[in-house]
């Protein structure tokens, strides 16, 4: 970490997105965790994401529960709404949220403690119920704020700082969101950039609850030898599936690849999924496929990584429920509470 | 790209960019930061040994270290590095006993010095303090040359020249002064040891234009009228006044005239206004005094009836430029254009005339009758014979002069120890010091300023305008002083990395404010430079290559616009960042050669 905060000047040649904001703007307060801790590597592709995508920070609300994981959302989008609820539950603060208001966009922030140990359950209603949110995990084995247990997504067989191995099993989160009903699912690493950011700018475009869980070594307490969380680790077992590309409707297309290598898939919002294949016969819309292509390279100790599933048709929440299409905020007191009269014409209805 | 070999001297003394533009090298953000700490005499002696005359230079500088200051690429305006420089000479101690002793004990070698500009005097001060008798010869009475003969006092007054000149001239350097050298062979009959001549460029160009000779008597050439105003033979001008030239020369001449009477003055210029010589200053200065500038006017007549001046004619012009951007000035057509006037200034430019010089005793001339010189020794073609200052390459400025008396002051020590000029010269000595003092703290203030330039104030304007000898700029006071120190960006603190240390986290890539870190493929550095986080697109600044990472990239930093704020060596785990001092001890007479 440092205590400065970073100083204003600018390269003369700054670029500015669409709506004249700089990088810089999406960015927050400065950042209290670990140097070298993957999770401000996050924190800053979720910027670099937001501000290639031209997203009006006042229309995001990110979310969070309890560690140096959910601490990160005061580190990025500023100028953005932001919760910071009890330890795993995120999720249930969320969805709630979104009940109340479809316009932002939902950007909720996990560790693997958060999620995979306290806030399992909560995780897992999230995904089955489609909420439409961008779920990212910041994945490093450990209850990094609490000095470095292992936490349920830790490998079993790995070892931590002081050379206790974990016997415990793990949960990988990834499965589970598939096997719940995820929509869009991916695996990253903090560590690859180029692979994250387009992997944030999809799910953030995506309608459906999308899940990225993002291998983020813990300096401090992970990143020895021996861990299957560390910097070195996921970079000689990184299995990279596909290479995203997100093209925006109003950008052209103007590269071409080599017929069979590229895999187009559009969104809802119009916006095109560009994946190069990496992994000969991976389809990516395949759920089923995925989930075994996992597990099999998962016994072999590799850590998949890449656009995992999407299904670019999904319904979402809001669908299911049928809910009003208005935020309740814009829907006014007499809307929202009809009185008495309706009330008995409603209980009349359910005699 | 080859990985960078930082341990090349020029590597990151290009990255200090004020030093580097800076003709004699001083270590700019060394005195700015003993500014901010307030130890002014300190900051006054780092200035000496550099550039001799810091309190002269911290007025009347031309100053080329600021338009090459990083703080401007990224701020609005850089560093305002010559005034600093004068707040360490107005808040210094006495610092006599600071000066290096003058050996007591001669070395039997005696040096004749013609003119007692910069240049000259900074010969006799580098040669002094080494043992050498060194004789100075002025025609005028006092020594400074063209910084007492031409800079208006109220620009650089006397007692600033007396004391700096005084460090030199009183200790131990002879003076000969109001003694003209009407002969270099007399004077090699003399049996000096060695002779520099550093005499300037004396002469000022005229207006060869009709009217001239008939209308003599109220045009004046712009140096010989300014060295009558600073010597007080000239104190008063008629009321309308019209100043030729556009250069630094032109500027002085215009607001003199502003000050002994002349309540209309006017310059006019040939070029446009941007393409004008005088530095943006000069010209704002001179505008802020009620002076305006007309340009693409090229002057054709003086008119005049009976003897007396009565005004200029002009033709209108307008700049054209060929395809190699050559640019010229055709007439645009419309009518002549009168300016009435009681007096002309001609500052047209300045020549150098070697009238003295006989031609036939082995000092070469070219057919621009300048002085056959080496570049780098500044020897003529006459062994004992070495040149500087504006009598070596023309008219530049009192920073370059000082250069070029260190440059021709080591010459002469070789040539005196029979050393070979060029082999033998010490080169600069560069050293790196890790300025770490604790997990967030270093031995220098890197949190960046993000205040604004502070103006320098000055005098009530009406009344300088009234006395040709106030001097119209206060200078900063030590709180203005200390947060313009702050603004400077300490780039002699750089940025090491070490290839070994580094886990690729990117947490520097990601914490750098001006996004100079990439991690990527390594490749040619055209198509490299395009493709770094930010496109490194000021090709005259660096890129810092290391390779030799796990992942097989490489760590690629564009030196353009960092900030030397230490954010990466902060964010950095395993301190494969680290902010290290650049020290470059620039070689003066006497340093002797590194050994390898
Ligand atoms: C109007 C004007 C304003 C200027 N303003 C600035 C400024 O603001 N900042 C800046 O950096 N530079 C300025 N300059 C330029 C600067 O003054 C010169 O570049 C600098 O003084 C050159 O130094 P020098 O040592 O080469 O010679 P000079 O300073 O020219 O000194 C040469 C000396 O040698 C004497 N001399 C010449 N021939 C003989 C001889 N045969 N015998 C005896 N003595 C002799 C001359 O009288 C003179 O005193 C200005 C110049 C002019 C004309
Ligand atoms: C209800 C509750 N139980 C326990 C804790 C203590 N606690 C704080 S953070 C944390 C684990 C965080 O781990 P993770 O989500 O992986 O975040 P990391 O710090 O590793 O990024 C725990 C157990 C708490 N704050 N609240
Ligand atoms: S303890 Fe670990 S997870 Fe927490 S900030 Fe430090 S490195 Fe990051
Ligand atoms: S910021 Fe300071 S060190 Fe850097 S170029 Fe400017 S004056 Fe020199
Ligand atoms: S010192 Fe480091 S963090 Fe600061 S601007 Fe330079 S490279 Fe960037
Ligand atoms: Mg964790």
């Not at chain 1, 950011?197 to 813990?218: E, Q, Y």
């Not at chain 2, 004077?187 to 160009?205: H, K, M, N, S, Y």
């Not at chain 2, 050559?326 to 006037?341: A, N, Q």
Request: overall charge neutral; hydrophobic content about 35%; glycine content about 8%.
């Amino acid at each position: 970490m440092t205590y400065l905060a970073k100083p204003k000047l600018f390269r003369p040649d700054t670029p500015k997105n669409a709506l004249g904001y700089t990088r810089r703007d999406y960015e927050g307060a400065i950042s209290t965790l670990c140097a070298g801790c993957g999770h401000d590597s996050i924190s800053a592709a979720i910027v670099q994401a937001c501000f290639d995508l031209d997203v009006e920070p006042h229309r995001v609300a990110k979310l969070s529960g309890i560690g140096c994981s959910s601490k990160t959302p005061d580190y990025f989008l500023g100028n953005s709404h932001g919760f910071n609820s009890v330890h795993g539950r995120m999720p249930s603060v969320l969805t709630g949220a979104a009940l109340a208001n479809r316009d932002l966009i939902y950007l909720g922030v996990s560790g693997d403690g958060d999620s995979a140990s306290i806030g399992i359950g909560q995780f897992a209603h999230a995904m089955r119920r489609g909420v439409n949110m961008t779920y990212i995990v910041e994945n490093n084995g450990v209850y990094g704020l609490t000095k470095g247990q292992f936490s349920a997504t830790a490998d079993k067989g790995s070892k931590n700082k002081r050379g206790v191995v974990n016997s415990d099993s793990p949960i990988d989160l990834v499965a589970l969101a598939l096997q719940l009903g995820a929509s869009y699912v991916a695996r990253s690493f903090s560590g690859d950039k180029e692979q994250l950011i387009p992997l944030i700018k999809g799910a953030l475009r995506h309608r459906g609850p999308s899940f990225i869980d993002v291998v983020s070594p813990c300096v401090t307490f992970n990143n020895h030898a021996g861990s299957t969380k560390s910097y070195d680790y996921v970079r000689e077992h990184n299995d990279a599936v596909n290479r995203l590309d997100v093209i925006l409707p109003r950008n052209e297309i103007s590269t071409s690849y080599a017929p069979g290598s590229l895999r187009r898939i559009v969104q809802h919002d119009g916006s095109v999924l560009h994946l190069r294949k990496l992994a000969k016969d991976y389809d990516p819309t395949d759920r089923i496929g995925a989930m075994n292509h996992l597990q099999e390279r998962h016994a072999l100790g590799e850590v998949v990584t890449g656009l995992l599933y999407v299904d670019s048709s999904a319904d979402d929440m809001h669908r299911h429920l049928n809910t009003v299409e208005k935020p309740l905020n814009q829907l006014g007191d007499a809307y929202l509470c009809p009185g008495n009269k309706a009330l008995e014409g409603l209980n009349a209805s359910l005699r | 790209m080859k990985p960078t070999d930082i341990g090349a001297p020029d590597y990151f003394h290009k990255v200090v960019d004020c030093q580097w533009a800076c003709p004699a090298h001083t270590p700019v953000p060394d005195y700015i930061r003993l500014i901010a700490a307030g130890r002014y005499s300190d900051a006054y002696m780092i200035n000496w040994r550099s550039n001799v005359f810091p309190g002269i230079l911290g007025r009347v500088c031309d100053r080329p270290c600021e338009p090459a200051c990083r703080r401007g690429r990224v701020d609005k305006e850089p560093v305002a590095i010559c005034r600093l420089k004068r707040v360490a000479a107005d808040f210094k101690d006495d610092i006599l006993d600071r000066l290096p002793p003058i050996p007591a004990r001669k070395n039997g070698k005696r040096i004749a010095c013609v003119g007692a500009g910069p240049a000259s005097l900074t010969v006799a001060r580098d040669l002094t303090a080494i043992g050498y008798h060194v004789t100075v010869f002025d025609n005028g009475k006092t020594p400074g040359g063209m910084m007492r003969s031409q800079i208006p006092k109220f620009r650089l007054p006397d007692s600033v020249i007396d004391e700096e000149c005084d460090y030199i001239v009183s200790r131990g350097v002879e003076t000969r002064l109001e003694r003209w050298v009407s002969s270099l062979r007399d004077l090699l009959a003399e049996d000096w040891d060695a002779i520099f001549v550093g005499t300037g460029a004396p002469r000022g160009r005229d207006a060869d234009i009709p009217g001239r000779q008939e209308a003599a008597a109220n045009i004046h050439i712009g140096i010989d009228w300014l060295a009558n105003v600073a010597f007080g033979h000239v104190t008063s001008i008629a009321k309308r006044v019209i100043v030729l030239g556009g250069g630094n020369t032109a500027m002085d001449c215009c607001r003199s005239a502003r000050r002994l009477g002349g309540a209309e003055v006017k310059v006019v210029v040939r070029s446009g206004f941007e393409e004008m010589k005088a530095s943006a200053w000069e010209k704002e200065d001179a505008m802020e005094e009620g002076i305006p500038i007309h340009n693409f006017l090229v002057p054709k007549e003086f008119t005049h009836v009976d003897g007396k001046l009565t005004g200029v004619s002009f033709e209108k012009v307008r700049a054209e430029y060929d395809d190699k951007g050559r640019r010229s000035l055709l007439p645009t057509g419309e009518p002549i254009l009168l300016m009435e006037c009681d007096t002309v200034l001609v500052a047209i430019g300045q020549e150098n005339s070697f009238p003295w010089i006989e031609r036939d005793i082995g000092v070469e001339f070219d057919k621009w009758g300048m002085p056959v010189l080496d570049q780098a020794t500044l020897q003529s073609t006459l062994p004992k014979v070495f040149f500087g200052g504006d009598a070596a390459l023309g008219p530049k400025n009192i920073i370059t002069a000082v250069a070029q008396g260190h440059d021709a002051a080591i010459s002469i020590d070789l040539f005196c120890r029979h050393k070979h000029l060029l082999d033998d010269r010490p080169s600069p000595l560069a050293n790196l010091v890790s300025q770490k003092m604790g997990i967030h703290e270093w031995s220098y203030d890197n949190q960046v300023s993000e205040e604004s330039r502070k103006k320098v104030p000055s005098k009530n304007l009406d009344k300088a305008l009234r006395n040709i000898k106030l001097e119209l700029e206060l200078g900063y006071d030590l709180r203005m002083a200390y947060a313009e120190a702050e603004r400077c960006l300490n780039c002699d603190i750089e940025t090491i990395f070490t290839n070994k240390a580094c886990i690729e986290c990117d947490a520097c890539v990601d914490i750098c404010p001006t996004e100079c870190i990439t991690f990527t493929a390594n490749g040619e550095e055209n198509e490299l430079r395009g493709r770094l986080k930010a496109p490194a697109k000021n090709h005259d600044q660096a890129l810092y290559v290391a390779d030799g990472l796990k992942t097989g990239r490489a760590m690629v930093k564009d030196e353009n616009v960092c900030l030397h704020c230490g954010m990466c060596a902060e964010r950095c785990p395993t301190g494969a960042w680290d902010m290290q001092k650049f020290f470059l001890k620039i070689p003066h007479a006497g340093t002797e050669v590194r050994k390898e």
